[in-house]
Every structure is written in structure tokens, then in C-alpha cells.
Nanobody, 114 residues
């Protein structure tokens, strides 16, 4: 059973950058698509970015060009580099498979001040 632990969130001013990390307790090599999701206060969780084992990526339209997802199966990590952050990026960020089937972690809070 894979467990996921997200980290790297924090408070940043608009225009700033953050790098989020997701550490898996088990192998994620067998999971073809891994993804980052976010849930803003009062809103449903949404998929932000995904990456396949072959490295193909997809991004939510509102973050395209500002974020970069990567994975390292050997290190069992998933990373989300976020640049040019906006207040609307404020949310709790989670990693999981796509579609999500691993138990959700606690997430990491990203707060972007204007």
C-alpha cells in the first residue's frame, strides 16, 4: 500500500515561486499516471498537473506555463515547481495517481498573498 506525504507549501507573495514535493512510501513505478491536485477553500478538488511514466505531462489551463511537474521513480518522488504564483493558486495541494486511488495524504498548504 503506497502512502503519500506532501511538503513544500508555505506563504508566498504573488509572483513568487514554490516547489512542492511528494514522497511515496512504496514504489510508484507501477502507477502510470501521477498527478498533483489542489483544493481551495469552499471548492472541489481539481487536478493541476499529471505525468506519465514516459514523461508525458498535462496541465490545468490556468497553470500552464507557470508550473512544471516531474517524477523520479527511483527516488519515489513527485515534484511540482510553481512560478509566477497568483492569489487564486491558494489551496491545499495533494499528490495522487490519476485517477486517484491511493489514500489521500494530508496535503501541503500554499498561500499566495496579493
Amino acid at each position: 500500500q503506497v502512502q503519500l506525504v506532501e511538503s513544500g507549501g508555505g506563504l508566498v507573495q504573488a509572483g513568487g515561486s514554490l516547489t512542492l514535493s511528494c514522497a511515496a512510501s512504496g514504489s510508484i513505478f507501477g502507477i502510470n499516471v501521477m498527478a498533483w491536485y489542489r483544493q481551495a477553500p469552499g471548492k472541489q478538488r481539481e487536478l493541476v498537473a499529471s505525468i506519465t511514466n514516459s514523461g508525458r505531462t498535462e496541465y490545468l489551463r490556468s497553470v500552464k506555463g507557470r508550473v512544471l511537474i516531474s517524477r523520479d521513480n527511483a527516488k519515489k518522488t513527485l515534484t511540482l515547481r510553481m512560478n509566477s504564483l497568483r492569489p487564486e493558486d491558494t489551496a491545499v495541494y495533494y499528490c495522487n495517481a490519476d485517477p486517484a486511488f491511493v489514500e489521500w495524504g494530508k496535503g501541503t498548504l500554499v498561500t499566495v498573498s496579493s
